[in-house]
């Protein structure tokens, strides 16, 4: 591993220095597959994340077993009271965008203002091809994307919207009903490329760093690293310019082990890593005990432990708003409490 940056460096990756962090939001969320308990079980999980103090509840788009995420956003616009509710992150390739903008601008009414919903060009190239979607090259799902964001952005502020792309063609059409949220329900975008990254700056309000993976879906595990993530946020903020301060930047973390031995863990889970029990993961880097417990995307330790190790991430980085997977909603909410109102 290369030494880690200097404090100037993380600095100006994170934005100027001495102004205030960004306040910490959590993220839960949930499929409604079968190890959650289907479907039937997924709005109580939604409620869970509730009284757990979650600021918000997202929902994958997959073809897989889970619930379809938008007629699911209708009933937890109804089932919660209090807790933001959104998609992380809807296929653009799945669904037109001016039908999308209507679906979306009901939901944000019906929960009384409380979407954030985000978007991705859609990764998975089996769900296409198994719903005769056409999958379409990485840069032309990308050219869609951009395209879809800048018709959402107009159709979600209640405008008509005219526009000509190479993908869509909207003749005046105007956004209905006109949503509860001005000027419009925050955008979401993640990306672990550069090409993504930069699309995401220029129209996103929240940007998720995700770590990039190989072109088989294996994740890089030098992606995990304080390092990469360094240079993704500083990417970031050269293509977003004078908006950047504007951005809230979210990570996912991927695994919440609650231990007293944390070291001790992690030498255990390198060890596995060497024998190739992971092989989901590209192993492209060496990593050290150190390496691990600086990762942005990986909670290990005891609570006060992990809620240091979070608020060192949002020192180095500037990102603030952390999320969870389904698996970690019960093993997180303990640290909510120790980061709130900071």
């Avoid at 990039?212 to 903020?237: A, C, H, P």
Wanted: hydrophobic share 45%; aromatic share 6%.
């Amino acid at each position: 591993m290369s030494a880690p940056m200097s404090a100037d460096t993380a600095s100006a990756a994170a934005g100027s220095a001495g102004a205030a962090p960004r306040a910490f939001r959590f993220a839960a969320g949930g499929e409604g597959n079968q190890q959650e308990g289907g479907a039937r079980k997924f709005i109580a999980l939604a409620q869970q994340a509730e009284e757990y103090g979650y600021d918000s509840f997202m929902i994958p788009d997959h073809l897989g077993p889970q619930v379809g995420p938008i007629a699911a956003l209708g009933a937890l616009a109804v089932a919660t009271d209090r807790i933001r509710l959104g998609t992380s992150v809807l296929a653009n390739g799945f669904r037109h965008p001016a039908v999308l903008a209507k679906d979306l601008a009901t939901i944000d009414v019906l929960s009384r203002g409380r979407l954030e919903f985000g978007i991705g060009a859609g990764w998975i190239k089996d769900e296409f091809d198994s719903a005769g979607i056409a999958y379409d090259s990485p840069g032309v799902r990308i050219e869609k994307l951009g395209e879809a964001l800048t018709i959402l952005d107009v159709l979600l502020r209640g405008q008509e919207c005219t526009f000509e792309g190479k993908h869509y063609q909207i003749r005046g059409l105007k956004g209905t009903p006109r949503p509860r949220q001005g000027p419009r329900p925050p955008i979401a975008v993640g990306g672990g490329g550069p090409k993504m990254l930069r699309l995401a700056a220029q129209h996103a309000d929240i940007i998720s760093v995700v770590p990039q993976t190989t072109r088989d879906g294996k994740g890089l595990l030098s992606g995990i690293t304080i390092e990469k993530t360094l240079e993704k946020v500083q990417l970031i903020r050269a293509a977003a310019g004078d908006r950047f301060a504007d951005i809230e930047l979210n990570w996912t973390i991927m695994a919440v082990v609650v231990t007293d031995e944390r070291e001790r863990t992690v030498e255990t889970a390198l060890a596995a890593l060497d024998k190739g029990m992971y092989p989901n993961l590209e192993v492209d880097v060496q990593l050290d005990v150190a390496d691990v417990l600086a990762s942005p995307y990986l909670a290990i330790g005891t609570f006060e432990e992990i809620a240091d190790q979070i608020r060192s991430v949002r020192d180095r980085t500037g990102m603030s708003y952390v999320g969870v997977f389904p698996t970690q909603l019960d093993a997180f909410a303990p640290v909510i409490p120790l980061l709130r109102d900071q």
